[in-house]
């Protein structure tokens, strides 16, 4: 922490201290054309690459896409890394160019977006025995495929099940996502019959109906770059289906 000492609020106030903006480096987004680093990326002007339709079609996909596009930036021995953190991952690959373009390549294995977003079999350590993919239970909480009813005015309603990114911290890795080779998942499509399902039990519940405007949406997280330095963000809150439990994985989900 650098910066001036802050002054303390009133004794008894809920005020915070004022803050030092010199802790809000990580606010300080990058600037430039910093995705022009990544070859295969070199030629695409600012507009496009602003473009969130661009950056949907260009988000990377599979395994053997990320690798090609990591050609001639990280070492081949790193590579190989990342090849089998994701065989043995329980999320599939979705990783944006943006996000791609903000990790430093040139060190790799200590910046936290890469950590975020892809996994190194090196990384891996063996699986805690108490193990859940659904840690948080919100599977045990769900009346119907896709909504998370735990308290008695709030609820969650897990409206997809794919996200512009795939997080390998992820709490909801048992629904979101494609199968990998180690978990198979409980797919909550956004089907028509899924969505009645969901609409029809809150609309069964009158006493609460008040506050159902509390129903809140999955989201995803928004991984930002500073010039100085990056924090990705905590998983975002979302919530995901009941059903036939995934296969526990054989490996463990955490790596660095
Ligand atoms: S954005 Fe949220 S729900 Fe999606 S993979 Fe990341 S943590 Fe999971």
């Known amino acids: 922490m650098t910066g001036q000492p802050q002054a303390s609020p009133p004794a008894g106030s809920h005020q915070k201290p004022s803050v030092d903006p010199a802790t809000l480096q990580h606010a300080d987004l990058l600037e430039g054309e910093f995705w022009r680093r990544i070859p295969a990326w070199s030629e695409i002007s600012d507009i496009q690459f602003r473009d969130h339709h661009w950056q949907a079609k260009n988000s990377i996909t599979k395994v053997p896409q990320l690798l090609a596009a990591l050609q001639g930036l990280v070492s081949e021995e790193f590579i190989a890394d990342v090849a089998e953190g994701f065989r043995r991952a329980p999320m599939t690959i979705r990783v944006s160019p943006y996000v791609l373009s903000l990790i430093d390549w040139n060190a790799p294995l200590k910046d936290p977006l890469r950590t975020q977003f892809i996994p190194l079999g090196s990384r891996l350590r063996p699986d805690h025995p108490k193990l859940g993919l659904d840690s948080l239970h919100e599977r045990a909480d769900m009346p119907v495929p896709g909504l998370t009813h735990r308290y008695p005015d709030k609820a969650l309603f897990l409206a997809l099940d794919t996200c512009p990114v795939y997080c390998r911290f992820c709490t909801r890795s048992y629904a979101v996502g494609l199968d990998t080779d180690e978990v198979q998942k409980f797919h909550l499509r956004a089907t028509p019959d899924r969505w009645r399902q969901v609409f029809d039990y809150i609309g069964s519940r009158p006493s ?49």
């Open 208 to 256: 609460s109906r008040t506050s159902w405007s509390r129903v809140a949406t999955r989201t995803s997280c928004a991984p930002t770059r500073s010039r100085s330095s990056a924090k990705p963000c905590s998983p975002c809150r979302t919530s995901a289906g009941s059903g036939t439990r995934p296969r526990v994985p054989r490996s463990c989900r955490r790596s660095s």
